[in-house]
């Protein structure tokens, strides 16, 4: 059932999504154990209007994630399962013949859908992988010299495994840089890693049966509530200033662009919106810092060498900005 019904009009407020956002978290969690924060990630990153890349070893329930979270939202989605021999056309679609009517006719790929989930996607090749720059850039795919708009609210949510090398294609710094989050699912601890045993035994079935709490219509609306979210300006010379230490901090050959600055504005204002607040805070730039700006980073050689990550330099970054004293508006 839809979180809004067709009389209620009035635009969202942010503590409206705040509760429809807890209640969407809480029934995904039915079927995801123990990823709190990698689903509120994901859910920030739609709501954001961006892009998500989740990336960590198989088998934890990253598809999972993408799936439950698209039932729960009411969106209509859909599953590329990226291989070396994915055609471009197979993602955006193509021209058909249709022979009674002499013309050709656009069939359209599974990248028309609100939610699509590029699985593995650094298993198909460059010119795979840049059919999707279009779409997730432009919302929009071109085909036979013919613009088609996609469907509203898009996002991409794409899955890559970091540790398995042969056979895949690394993504380019261009669509690197499209993806508004980069979340780790990680392991997850002893007792929620018991508790998976435990739900899958007594329910005696692989799927869970989940409700839905919202649509695309509601989806849509919550995005405006969080484009409302106003930024303080020493709140977002505090965010530049982060982004700027990454361009600067010892061992970086690139930092992040202007975009990444974007992307960290975005998702600040939306996890501000999810708390209910119609102001971003330094603690929501702080606490997404790391998602939005590691993977933008591109590092010298010898720091790979030497084991050190992007996180570790974005991290250093925050230690080095000073926080600005805020008063609640």
């Known amino acids: 059932m839809s979180a809004r019904s067709d009389a209620h009009e009035a ?49 934890l329930a990253k598809t999972l994630i993408v799936r439950s979270l698209a039932r729960v939202l009411g969106l209509e989605t859909s599953r590329i399962q990226f291989t070396p021999d994915l055609m471009p056309a197979d993602v955006t679609g ?12 656009f069939r359209p790929g599974p990248v028309f859908a609100n939610l699509v989930l590029g699985d593995e996607i650094n298993r198909a090749p460059p010119k795979t992988q840049a059919a999707l720059l279009e779409a997730m850039q432009e919302r929009q795919v071109t085909v036979d010299g013919i613009t088609h708009l996609l469907p509203s609210p898009f996002a991409v949510v794409a899955t890559q495994n970091p ?21 780790p699912v990680g392991y997850p601890d002893r007792d929620a890693e018991w ?46 200033d982060i982004v700027r230490a990454t361009r600067s901090v010892a061992g970086v050959e690139v930092g992040a662009s202007p975009r990444g600055a974007l992307a960290l504005l975005l998702s600040a204002r ?22 939005c700006l590691a993977h933008r980073l591109t590092l010298l050689p010898d720091l790979w060498l030497r084991g050190k990550r992007p996180e570790e330099l974005v991290a250093q970054c925050l230690d080095s900005v000073p926080v600005p004293v805020v008063v609640d508006p």
């Open 195 to 240: 508790d998976v045993i435990r739900r899958r035994a007594a329910r005696g079935h692989e799927e869970v049966d989940l409700n839905q709490i919202s649509d695309a219509r509601t989806v849509l609306a919550m995005r405006d509530a969080v484009e409302r979210v106003e930024i303080s300006e020493p709140v977002g010379r505090y965010l530049v």
């Open 270 to 291: 939306a996890r501000a919106a999810l708390a209910g607040r119609e102001f971003v805070l330094p603690d929501d730039i702080k606490a997404l810092a790391v998602a």
């Open 11 to 59: 635009p969202l407020t942010t503590s409206d999504v705040a509760r429809i956002a807890r209640d969407v978290v809480e029934e995904v969690e039915r079927a995801v154990v123990g990823k709190p924060e990698a689903i509120v990630l994901v859910l920030i990153g739609v709501l954001a209007g961006g892009h998500v890349l989740l990336e960590d070893v198989p088998g």
């Open 94 to 105: 193509s021209g058909v013949f249709d022979q009674r009517r002499g013309e050709l006719t």
């Open 163 to 183: 540790i398995e090398y042969e056979g895949t294609y690394p993504l380019p710094e261009a669509q690197l840089d499209r993806f508004l989050l980069r979340v």
